[in-house]
């Protein structure tokens, strides 16, 4: 699971697995039609509208702008990326690929961002409401711990044997983001290696806080760290001064952490009226 503590587990996975989704009325409707236009084919396979308008929404809530070169930058990339596919058919690896699972986890994410247009779209973010987010946040990095910003990685395991076990892998040259992506069981973040990017400590559980300030560059954990998501290890891949952006350079930001917080208050009234059995 993810470390970091300002909303809860699953709506961080959810936020991350879903970046699309903070485009909301920045990006023009489309109609059906011509979301299921052809803009283009490769080897008769063909590329829909509706998939370069997805992309050009999930690089919009990053804070890019639509341009005519970004859109056609992205259908580049995605012919390349059909090719690059058509290939490892012919190759045989599409056997290996959970296809239901796949599909189960596509169509979770376009619920999901469903479902955030149309709250945003009928309760769009108010100037008011940035303004709040960002001195709040100023706030919390207006303490000298969150003076540097931290780039991490990690990998979440279940016990503390296993993390154990992990750890001295690592330690006689194994390699860190291969073992995260086969071991953790933070989905959000074992794709990239265990890659988390750049956050404060104020971000970040206190119990992983606690240590950054100690490691050196390049260091891991020697003994794993016990959270409320399961036991940690930390890899410390970069280290920066890190300088308060001003109100509008922050917007991008400042829309992710608010739908971040909607998320975590929607999640947290469905599961107290939920039946869940694990």
């Given at each position: ?22 485009a ?46 970004l ?73 000298g ?36 992506q ?68 922050s ?28």
């Amino acid at each position: 699971m993810p470390i970091k503590s300002y909303v809860s587990v699953i709506c961080i996975a959810w936020a991350s697995l879903a970046s699309v989704n903070i485009a909301f009325a920045q990006a023009k409707a489309d109609t059906k039609e011509t979301e299921f236009e052809f803009i283009a084919t490769v080897n008769g396979a063909p590329i829909t509208q509706g998939l370069l308008n997805l992309n050009i929404r999930t690089l919009m809530a990053q804070g890019q702008r639509d341009t005519p070169e970004l859109r056609q930058a992205i259908k580049e990339d995605l012919i390349n990326k059909e090719l690059i596919a058509q290939e490892a058919t012919k190759q045989g690896f599409a056997k290996e690929i959970d296809f239901p699972d796949q599909m189960t986890q596509l169509k979770h994410n376009l619920l999901l961002q469903a479902y955030l247009e149309a709250h945003f779209k009928k309760n769009p973010i108010s100037d008011a409401q940035f303004r709040e987010e960002y001195d709040r946040q100023r706030k919390l990095m207006g303490d000298g711990a969150n003076s540097f910003q931290y780039r991490m990685s990690q990998i979440v395991l279940t016990n503390e044997t296993d993390a154990i076990d992990l750890i001295r892998r690592i330690q006689r040259g194994e390699l860190f983001g291969k073992l995260a992506q086969e071991y953790s069981i933070d989905a959000s973040s074992k794709a990239n290696g265990g890659a988390l990017g750049w956050v404060m400590p104020g971000q970040v559980i206190p119990a992983v806080a606690s240590v950054l300030p100690s490691m050196a560059k390049g260091a891991i954990t020697t003994t794993p760290i016990q959270t409320p998501v399961g036991w940690v290890i930390l890899k410390l891949d970069d280290k920066r001064t890190f300088k308060i952006p001003g109100f509008e350079e922050s917007k991008p930001q400042l829309r992710q952490a608010l739908v971040q917080q909607y998320l975590g208050e929607v999640v947290k009234g469905l599961r107290a009226n939920a039946k869940i059995v694990q």
